[in-house]
């Protein structure tokens, strides 16, 4: 399944690098860079969301 993800996007990185090379630049890149920024917050914001409320809420017994 992923390699079936990483091929269409693969194809459509080379059609707009083909087509206008500016548009990898603008959209694409933030989105490539943007999969593991996604995946390293998902895995943290449950952990700063309890560190926030603890230190607002102090300790719950």
């Known amino acids: 399944m992923s390699e079936t993800?990483?091929?269409?996007?693969?194809?459509i990185t080379a059609l707009l690098l083909f087509v206008c090379p500016?548009?990898?630049f603008?959209?694409?890149?933030p989105a490539w860079l943007g999969w593991p920024l996604a995946l390293?917050?998902?895995?943290?914001?449950?952990w700063?969301?309890?560190r926030i409320d603890?230190?607002?809420y102090g300790e719950r017994k």
């Open 5 to 11: 993800i990483l091929t269409v996007m693969s194809v």
């Open 22 to 24: 500016g548009w990898f």
């Open 26 to 29: 603008l959209f694409l890149l």
């Open 40 to 46: 390293g917050s998902a895995a943290v914001g449950p």
């Open 48 to 50: 700063m969301l309890y």
């Open 54 to 56: 603890r230190d607002l």
